[in-house]
């Protein structure tokens, strides 16, 4: 009798174990969770790792226009019109790197996965 409450014990932690696990791995690719901001305000929200095709998003700021290329996993400011180019330069967004700024145009590309974000906790992605 006293054999099968451990047993019962013992299951039950390995089953609990396995959803600790499957809920963890499940959080991973929130890293991959990019917005892009301007002025202040989200203009789109997009899972890089549910990007099928490359695709361009055009911004138009003050200083001229703001071309964000989009592809599977990868983020770029691919050509800018401000002075400075310095969102350009940047390169790609990488994750835990630091995100793209055009200070002129005050456009944003940053991992949304602030831990402060409401989105985050429910997994939400639209
Ligand atoms: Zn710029």
Redesign the pocket.
């Known amino acids: 009798m006293k054999n099968r409450v451990w047993i019962i014990i013992l299951s039950f932690s390995v089953l609990i174990c396995a959803v600790c696990w499957l809920y963890i791995s499940n959080l991973s690719p929130l890293s991959q969770i990019v917005g892009i901001y301007q002025n202040g305000n989200l203009v789109e929200k997009i899972d890089l790792n549910s990007v099928t095709e490359r695709r361009e998003i055009t911004l138009s700021g003050e ?1 001229g226009k ?1 071309t964000v290329l989009v592809s599977n996993g990868h983020i770029m ?1 691919k050509s ?1 019109e ?7 330069k940047h390169g790609e967004l990488k994750n835990g790197g630091t995100p793209i ?5 005050r ?1 944003v590309v940053k991992f949304e996965d602030s831990p402060d974000g409401a989105d985050a906790k429910t997994g939400a992605v639209r």
């Not at 401000?82 to 350009?88: E, N, R």
């Not at 700024?101 to 145009?105: A, E, S, T, Y």
């Open positions: 200083y703001n400011m800018a401000c002075p400075d180019k310095l969102c350009v700024v055009c200070l002129p145009n456009v």
